[in-house]
């Protein structure tokens, strides 16, 4: 049975998570309902997100009382429990949903019976880390990741929002991530399945495009505050012209975005930036010279210089002022 939208554009479901098993893997699922471990930020907000599509939510495990409390005051019709392994007597579909360094040593707590299947939620790690889970080799189990690109917060309902739209990152055994997928897009997500192996270079990326970018906003607000910028006048100065490099980006490409001294070979202004923040905001230097360097890659690939215009801009980026 298919995943439906709501007026509002949700994904609703029809079927339960046991139609759903025995349409794709009659074996997959020992039991039909969602059990989650961890109802800390992401494990909330999924459990939140899953019930409210019409997946069944039916056990949760949190060492604390306030999260467990919370959690069945928002998903209505889960058993609350402290021990993880407790989730498994009652859930075909577990997400572990703990922090990273957390889950290798809970995989090993936990035995899966067949036809359960158990994902996490972590962007770094694959599905293998979870292996010490299936009880015993033959025994079917699936195994896979689920990893929602949202920077979750203590507000529960902003990041169930904010998995509208959203994509997940999928890996791990083919007929599991065929149902993660479908549970992506009832939530109102969007299903990402990774190549093998390439999971640490997608989680990188993002890790660039968040903490980056705020590591990023930070440079740029400390040398605001050099030309008498404040904060929010950084911000506002310089945050339009960031929307307005990500918007030609996204209309012409990456290499086509770029401007500045370096696309036009111009060491005298480099020059003199390298001698300014030297002087004004030291910590801020070699940042500039490795998104410098990170330019100049762009610009000899384009072609746009001459090779001497090249090694003048490389020149000035090793020695300085
Ligand atoms: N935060 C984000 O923006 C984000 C985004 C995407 C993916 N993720 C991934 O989602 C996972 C969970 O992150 P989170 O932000 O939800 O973490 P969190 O808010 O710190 O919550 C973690 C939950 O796991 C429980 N837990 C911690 N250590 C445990 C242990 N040793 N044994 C059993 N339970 C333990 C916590 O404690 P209690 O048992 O006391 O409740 C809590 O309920 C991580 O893999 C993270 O990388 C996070």
Known sequence: MKTERDDAGRGTRRASLNDEAERRAPQAMAWPGVGIIGAGAVGTALGVAISRAGWPVVAVASRDADRRERFCALVPGVRAFIEPAAVLDHAGLVILAVPD???????TQIKLRSGQALVHTSG????????PAVAAEGTFAGLGAFHPLVSFTSDVERSVES????TFALDGDERLTELLADLVVAIGG?????PRGSKAAYHAAAVLASGGLVALLDAIVTLGATAGLDERGSLAVYGRLMEQTLANARASGVAASLTGPVTRGDV?????HIAVLESNAPGVVELYRALSRRQLRIVEERGSLAPNQVAAVRDVLAKGA
């Open 101 to 107: 360094h957390a889950i290798a040593g809970i995989a």
């Open 163 to 166: 998995l509208e739209g959203a």
């Open 268 to 272: 005298g202004t480099i020059a003199a």
């Open 190 to 194: 969007t299903p990402l399945r990774l």
């Open 124 to 131: 770094a790690l694959g599905a293998e880390v979870l292996g």
